[in-house]
């Protein structure tokens, strides 16, 4: 048995999992919340020997798991960094310097790795970047039309994210279906906390929904998303917002959670049915965006086979498909409620089979593509 240990790591909060690339079986799998909380454990180390002592106390000892590396996931590989690759010095030097660029996710990514590669120093850690899968995206896509120089000289372009989950799920879709990736035009909807989708013609992506930075695209759980970048500029100039200030209501108290005070769609729903008008223009506006970039996606591609629904919100919410999918038969859009009302798991068709277009419903599997490309890497 060979095994890949993946990690994820963000600011309060360590993700694992023990799997097997060749079977895809995992193991094992948990998360140790609240680093640095009163309460909680210190620090990062402290989390992840809290890790260790969880996966050996349901017998899974690291010695006789059959490690064959750690992998793990980094969000922003900036211009040069995005093929899956062993961890060494210069690379964790180059990571500092792309902090900037995520703020929020990469501090805790190399914190992560720093202190993995102290307890495990015997095994090959390996890099696994979200933005990996959309390096090559056409250049009318990944840039911004912004003063050229600037965007040079800052790195500014859209490099996207989820990117493990989009090209994950359109494989799947393919294998599901049966036919060659090079052959579908796919659209992917990855909607879970973040959310994104993505356009992808023959296996190659060729646009998506977020840019610089994780915030771009469709409305989030607690993200906003697109918005007009002169309501920064006011909010700065005129309200006296900070930019750390906006930053943080951008990333945290906007979204479905900005307008309705609820981030888990569930809760949003009950909310609705007894009659909150926030929560039902929270989701108003989650379903108006998710339908605007549905449909440029279907111009992009011009002939769509795929659309997948995929994440916490995307696999489990049959309301927020139907509305997202809804009096688009004139595009070739049929979809069969009662499928997709089925409370089934696991990769399922909810389109009708005469539907042109194909809806499907497919779990991802982040902690099992990153164990993969892991395995790829190292040999
Ligand atoms: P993820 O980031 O993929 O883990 O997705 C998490 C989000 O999925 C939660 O915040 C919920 O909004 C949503 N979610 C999870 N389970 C369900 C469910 N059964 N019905 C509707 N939404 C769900």
Redesign the pocket.
Known sequence: MTTVLVLNCGSSSLKYAVVEPDSGRQLADGIVERIGDDGGVPDHEAALRTAFDELARAGHHLETLGLLAVGHRVVHGGPDLYQPTVVDDDMIETLKTLSPLAPLHNPPAITGIEVARELLPDLPHVAVFDTAFFHDLPDSASAYAIDRDVAAQWHIRRYGFHGTSHQFVSQQAAEFLGTPLASLNQIVL?????ASASAIAGGRPIDTSMGLTPMEGLVM?TRSGDVDPGVLVYLWRRAGMSMEDIETMLNKRSG?RGLGGQ???????RMIDAGDDDARLAYDVYVHRLRKYIGGYLALLGNTDVITF????????A??RRDALSGLAPLGIELDEHLNDSPARGARRISFETSPITVLVIP?DEELAIARACAEVVG
């Not at 981030?263 to 729903?269: A, K, N, S, T």
Request: hydrophobic share 35%.
């Open positions: 990855h909607l879970g906390n973040g759980g479905v981030i888990d769609f569930r809760e949003l729903h995929t994440a916490g919100v995307g696999e489990n919410d309301l927020v991802t």
